[in-house]
């Protein structure tokens, strides 16, 4: 079991840029999650999916960021623009939820830099 | 809304020492309840996993315990070793959302 994967491990990148991150759950898990981490806000949940289908939403902090779950192995998360204060580390999560019992699994996560 | 809370934010204690970290959430309304390790850099990694039914478990040197009436969690690390530096973070999935919410984390320190 490789683990949850990610991609890129680093990204910089000027603002108004384009930036896609991707992350690979671990085979099996039904639900993702994408999370960001700031010294000043800590882990935030930005979205998650079940079945891949967007459940929650209401974290994803405006309408430059959108997310992608196209298949049961695959999901993006989208910055278009980007801005500086986007710059933070982005977590992705895979878990399988069995009943109650849900553990999380994370990924390396993905260092971006808006300059 | 639920909100997760962890005392102390930092502590540093010598080798050998057993030590405590304190995990407390608002609403008493969860699945379960999980610890990560997280060490500078790096992404997190799964320590303790306590179902909502449950009252303690244990992995090693590692005991956390889960007080649902009264909204705490404590992790108790024995025997404490430089290589236990890191961040700890308590995060609770609250029912019907099946999302994680997480406190701001420990980092914790041991000194040779």
């Known amino acids: 079991d490789a683990g949850v994967i990610q991609s890129p491990r680093h990204e910089v990148t000027e603002m108004g840029q384009e930036v896609t991150l991707r992350c690979k759950p671990i085979?099996?898990?039904?639900?993702l999650f994408w999370y960001r981490q700031t010294m000043m806000r800590g882990l935030e949940l930005l979205i998650y999916f079940n079945n891949n289908v967007p459940i929650d939403d209401s974290g994803m902090p405006e309408d430059r960021f959108s997310a992608k779950m196209p298949n049961a192995s695959f999901s993006t998360l989208k910055i278009q623009p980007s801005e500086p204060r986007d710059s933070a580390v982005y977590f992705c999560?895979?878990?399988?939820?069995?009943?109650?019992?849900?553990?999380?699994?994370f990924g390396s996560g993905t260092r971006l830099t808006v300059v | 809304k639920q909100e997760v809370t962890q005392i102390p934010a930092a502590l540093s204690v010598p080798e050998g020492e057993n030590l405590v970290l304190n995990c407390s959430f608002t609403d008493s309304a969860i699945y379960n309840l999980q610890w990560f390790r997280q060490d500078p850099g790096k992404g997190l990694t799964s320590l303790l996993l306590i179902q909502s039914s449950q009252r303690e478990q244990t992995s090693g040197r590692l005991n956390a315990s889960l007080d649902k009436s009264s909204g705490r969690s404590t992790l108790y690390i024995a025997a404490s070793q430089p290589g236990d530096s890191a961040t700890y973070l308590c995060a609770v999935i609250i029912q019907g959302a099946q999302k994680l919410v997480f406190g701001q984390g420990t980092r914790l320190t041991i000194n040779p």
């Open positions: 999560a895979s878990s399988l939820a069995r009943g109650t019992s849900y553990g999380y699994t």
């Open positions: 085979s099996g898990h039904n639900s």
